[in-house]
């Protein structure tokens, strides 16, 4: 008697993806999980498990990043409305 074809899903390994394209995803779309994870074909839960599993705080990283968006943009406003262009 043939085994049932959904028992071959459960034997196929998932790939997920590296720690290169997870960053890549991060930096595409401002470190944001939700829209990294959906650009990767992955869901936020497994975004955040892979994250820690490599030792990686988002926290850490998305407060640098816009941190230092947030200064860029308030100098351009700035600049723009002293006629500084």
């Given amino acids: 008697m043939p085994r049932p074809r959904w028992r071959r899903f459960w034997k196929r390994k998932p790939e997920y993806p590296t720690a290169e394209q997870i960053f890549a995803a991060l930096d595409a779309n401002g470190w944001h999980a939700g829209r990294a994870s959906r650009a990767l074909g992955i869901g936020r839960a497994t975004l955040w498990r892979r994250l820690h599993s490599a030792g990686i705080s988002l926290r850490k990283n998305k407060k640098k990043v816009w941190s ?18």
């Fill in 68 to 85: 230092n968006f947030r200064f860029a943009e308030s100098i351009a406003q700035w600049r723009k409305r002293t006629g500084q262009v």
